[in-house]
Structures are given as C-alpha cells and as structure tokens.
C-alpha cells in the first residue's frame, strides 16, 4: 500500500522550459512535504518543502504547490537547467522532520533535461 | 555538503557475513533516521534515534538488522548474516532547521 505515489516515472523537458513533477499522497495525517533529488551514488539532497498550512512555496526556481484537498503536490522548475537532470523523490511526514515515523517517499520521477 | 557523513562508501560482502555501517553527523544533531533504498524505489524508513534513545525500531526489516547511537553522537547499523536480498543503499539522515538532511550512503552488495 503506496502512501506517497509519483505515477511518471521519468519526465523529458527541454531545456529553458518548465519542469513539473507530480505527487499524490493517500494518507490524510501528512502534513509535511518534501522534495529530493537525487543523484547516482549520492543521498537525496534536500531541495524544498512545505507544510498544509501553505498552498505555495517558492525558492528561487523551485515552486512547490499543495492542494490538500486532492491530496496532490507538484514541484515547478523554472527554468530547466541540464543539471537539474536527476531523480527527484517526493516525501511526507505527519510531522515536521519526519517525527518518530521518519519519512514516506514516492518511487521517484527521473527528469531528464534535452538540450 | 549535509554535514552527515558515511562509511564505507561501499560494501562488498558474501553471503551469510555480517556488516556494519557507520553515520557520523558533524554536529550534534539530536535526531538520527537510518534509511534503506532499493533499486527503483524511493527511500524506505527503518529506524529512528532521538539522541541515544531509539524510539522507532518496529520496521527494521528483520531480526537480523540492529541499530544503536551509544552517546548520541554517532551511529551505527549493523546487518547480521547477510542475504543477497540486503543489497541495497543504506541511507542515514539527520534533522536540522526540521528538514532531514542525508548522507551519501554506503552501497551494500552481498555475494
């Protein structure tokens, strides 16, 4: 039972253009979210997150949007950048930091950037 | 660079032998998540330690991993008799500003 799913595995944009990554979560305690990307043989790094009480979060190329009551969220990048080619994991937690439980990811979503 | 570092890197191990992995984060960070990440899928919870107290230990995935944190400071997660299904990223995190912050992981493959 996935509680965090992203159902694209891999996205293709091409550089310059908007990137827009998608989550859908079916637990309604979750109140944190996350994004990571991930490189190869490296950890998830940390890109942005943002908590129920917000629709939106912004920094710098990095928009996340939250719709609570589809239980969806969706990364934007903008613009797409060849280094933003990556595995990009989204995360939940019913608490900030994760708590006790730690956190729920996706499977991920492989965005590849086209020259 | 997280601040959280990992060791080895890699592990080649046979079958049947036991591992230890170590996390080290620069800081004292008070809250340390062991994670596991398999091929296609994302990050998988295991473990939780609130400094060394470990409060989450329900979904380590058998009898044969443990954990511990003995000061607080560092941990360590240890895999017993090894099974080819335990290949695997061994990912630790660690809380700062309430964000999880990972290390690079260690790379486990059992012969």
């Known amino acids: 039972d996935q509680q965090v799913k992203q159902n694209s595995p891999s996205l293709s944009v091409q550089e310059g253009r908007i990137s827009i990554l998608n989550c859908d979560y079916t637990n309604s305690m979750f109140d944190y979210f996350l994004w990571y990307k991930k490189y190869p043989a490296e950890g998830p790094t940390f890109l942005i997150s943002?908590?129920?009480?917000?629709d939106k979060n912004e920094d710098g190329r990095f928009t996340v949007f939250l719709n609570k009551s589809a239980k969806h969220l969706s990364l934007h990048i903008v613009p797409s950048q060849p280094g933003d080619s990556a595995v990009y994991f989204c995360?939940?937690?019913?608490?900030?930091?994760?708590?006790?439980?730690?956190?729920?990811f996706g499977k991920g979503t492989h965005l590849i950037i086209q020259p | 660079d997280t601040g959280v570092s990992q060791n080895p890197r890699h592990k080649i191990t046979k079958r049947g032998q036991n591992v230890t992995f170590r996390c080290d984060p620069i800081?004292?960070?008070?809250?340390l998540y062991w994670y596991r990440q398999t091929l296609g899928q994302g990050p998988e919870f295991l473990t939780y330690?609130?400094?060394?107290?470990?409060?989450?230990k329900s979904r380590l995935l058998s009898d044969r991993f443990s954990a511990e944190r003995p000061k607080g400071s560092f941990s360590t997660l240890e895999i017993q008799r090894t099974e080819q299904g335990d290949s695997a990223m061994y990912l630790c995190?660690?809380?700062?500003?309430?964000?999880?912050?990972f290390g690079p992981g260690t790379r486990l493959l059992v012969l």
């Open positions: 330690f609130q400094n060394e107290a470990q409060l989450e």
């Open positions: 995360a939940a937690s019913a608490y900030s930091g994760g708590g006790a439980d730690g956190l729920t």
């Open positions: 943002i908590s129920s009480i917000k």
């Open positions: 995190a660690c809380n700062a500003q309430e964000t999880q912050y």
């Open positions: 800081s004292e960070h008070n809250r």
